[in-house]
């Protein structure tokens, strides 16, 4: 039974920082396309980054390159993204997700298996 398990959030204030954690337990992340998105109220979720997706080594979209970081501990079976100089607009529920497929870019329907999610507040 493959499970995700996202903590982390909490309440930053414009500038802060906060580190997601996403512990896997049912499979390996390191042979899988694993991704994060983010859902703010009102909008459709979107994907921010993912490693072994068809983008490259690690994939960013522009609206946190350069401010967030992904990465993982494979001994520990657990992806991370280290989120620096955060915004208000930051303000989502995050998930971590994972894809059977190595081309799954950051597309959130082609992922199978998602964390619970974890909110992050950016106040101003």
């Known amino acids: 039974d493959v499970q995700l398990q996202a903590s982390g959030g909490g309440l930053v204030q414009t500038g802060g920082s906060l580190r997601l954690s996403c512990a896997a337990s049912g499979l390996t992340f390191a042979d899988y396309a694993i991704g994060w998105f983010r859902q703010a109220p009102g909008k459709e979720r979107e994907g921010i980054s993912c490693?072994?997706?068809?983008?490259?080594?690690?994939y960013y979209v522009d609206s946190v390159k350069g401010r967030f970081t992904m990465s993982s501990d494979n001994a520990k079976n657990t992806v991370y993204l280290q989120m620096n100089s955060l915004k208000p607009e930051d303000t989502a529920v995050y998930y971590c997700a994972v894809s059977f497929s190595n081309e799954a870019w950051i597309v959130p329907s082609l992922y199978e298996y998602w964390g619970q999610g974890t909110l992050v507040t950016v106040s101003s």
């Open positions: 490693i072994n997706c068809g983008l490259g080594s690690t």
